[in-house]
């Protein structure tokens, strides 16, 4: 456990030296509140909270379902591993792709949405129920009780890796992906794993952009069998949320429901390419419909 904490923290350490040595953090709007102040708030909130979930249902095991303990410890690395990352993915696909069509579980998502600028900081900037209800938060201390913590390291430090580079504004995938050689290889990797060109999709707004598609964590490949994948090969023209789609207070956006802003909230800068009242006809042919905290329904064309 301790092993693979130090290799998270390391790996966010080797991504933020890169994001500051390239200038990311020098950009207009980045280390205010909203943006990287409240994601960094965020991170800590994960911490805390996905240390007290673990803890408590490793008691709950313990508890209520003693003689299961180590029942899997029999069981190969090798295959532990692989089944353990996609039934925990799979399930993380499902439940991020209804946190964008229905309202409640949005309200809960939605501030990994708000910021416009892509850092490693917005891989973990989330409201803290998100934490609790998201599977994986179940479904690693299972792992561990079942007497397979080798598989649950090495599938942290491989979503890990793959959540801090999918997030990253380093687009480093963007020259492979056009360059003649390294093409087909590329053609096959960004149908397996998120890369920066498919998740920057999810967060993008404009014409690369497409918040109900690119739903995978660490792997792709579900957006594929399920055809929500999008491969644009381009930079987005911006991120976060739509025209007119509201934004709280950061505090409220993290620890909602017991943060509540008595203020109206922040509105974004006009985008023309979002309808605010679309019509049952509009809905049904977007090519992606953001619902807000109040069940409203935005559609982006």
């Known amino acids: 456990m301790l092993g693979s904490a130090l290799i998270a923290f390391a790996l966010i350490a080797v991504f933020a030296a890169l994001e500051v040595a390239f200038g990311l953090y020098r950009r ?18 994960f911490l805390l909270v996905r240390g007290a979930s673990f803890a ?3 008691w709950a095991f313990k508890a209520l379902w003693p003689r299961s303990e180590g029942a899997l410890a029999g069981v190969s690395f090798w295959l532990a591993f692989p089944i353990y990352v996609l039934v925990d993915e799979y399930a993380v696909y499902w439940f991020h792709r209804k946190s964008h069509e229905w309202p409640w579980l949005w309200r809960i998502h939605k501030p990994h949405h708000v910021p416009r600028n892509m850092n490693i900081g917005v891989g973990y900037r989330q409201n803290w129920l998100w934490h609790v209800l998201v599977p994986g938060a179940w479904l690693g201390p299972a792992v561990i009780w079942l007497g397979q913590p080798g598989a649950y390291a090495a599938g942290l430090a491989f979503r890990t890796l793959m959540v801090l580079m ?6 480093w995938d963007l020259p492979l992906q056009r360059n003649r050689f ?29 918040a109900m598609k690119n739903y995978g964590v660490a792997l792709i490949c579900f957006d594929v069998i399920h055809g929500t994948l999008m491969i644009p090969h381009a930079r987005q023209e911006g991120f976060g949320l739509p ?6 207070p950061w505090a409220e956006q993290l620890f909602w429901p017991f943060v509540r802003s008595a203020r109206s909230p922040k509105v974004a800068a006009h985008r023309p390419s979002i309808e605010h009242t679309p019509p049952a006809a509009a809905l049904a042919a977007a090519k992606a419909v953001i619902y807000t905290a109040d069940g409203r329904a935005v559609v982006v064309r």
């Open 28 to 45: 207009p709007g980045v280390l205010t509140m909203r943006e990287l102040g409240a994601s960094l708030v965020s991170l800590g909130n």
């Open 56 to 58: 408590a249902l490793i």
């Open 166 to 171: 999918e997030h990253c504004d380093l687009r």
């Open 182 to 210: 390294t093409r087909p290889f590329m053609w096959v990797i960004e149908r397996v794993i998120s890369l920066p060109d498919t998740h920057h999709v999810h967060h993008g707004v404009g014409r690369y952009g497409n």
């Open 243 to 248: 025209d007119d789609a509201p934004v709280e």
